[in-house]
């Protein structure tokens, strides 16, 4: 196998993968199914999006999953400030399983190679909160 390390940025290393997951009832799945054909056409619809899916579960049949691959964080936020994404996605995503949905691409195979890309994770990312100050010395996600 054959591995490259790239310095940021590589090849795909700001590209933003969303997944949320969501428990749905079988009573409540064809509705589900309607909202998440609304919410797929009108983020896909958004400057950026270069994919998405609804993914079922195979051994649970209440477990979905919604997928979109971004560009990057700046095009997935705005993206998500889009009034269509609003009234149409927002909704639906607010449904889902409270857990972390943003994973940013650090390894990626381009038919050739596996490439590496540096994370764009602050270094102290595990010790910093909201409205804390970070190091000055910390490189900024690109967007």
């Given at each position: 196998m054959r591995v490259v390390n790239h310095p940021s940025p590589?090849?795909?290393?700001d590209?933003?993968?969303?997944?949320?997951?969501f428990r749905v009832l079988a009573d409540e799945r064809a509705n589900f199914l309607d909202r998440a054909d609304d919410a797929l056409v009108a983020l896909t619809d958004q400057p950026g999006c270069?994919?998405?899916?609804?993914?079922?579960?195979?051994?649970?049949?209440?477990?979905?999953l919604l997928r979109t691959e971004w560009p990057g964080v700046g095009a997935y936020r705005r993206a998500m400030s889009a009034f269509d994404?609003?009234?149409?996605?927002?909704p639906l995503l607010s449904t889902a399983i409270d857990e972390p949905s943003a994973y940013e691409v650090v390894r990626n195979w381009d038919g050739n190679a596996i490439a590496r890309?540096?994370?764009g994770l602050a270094?102290?990312?595990?010790?910093?909160?909201?409205?804390?100050?970070?190091?000055p010395d910390i490189d900024p996600v690109r967007s």
């Open positions: 590589a090849p795909h290393a590209h933003l993968i969303v997944v949320s997951r270069l994919a998405a899916s609804l993914g079922q579960a195979t051994d649970d049949p209440e477990l979905l994404v609003k009234v149409r996605a927002v890309a540096r994370t270094a102290d990312a595990g010790d910093v909160s909201l409205g804390s100050a970070s190091g």
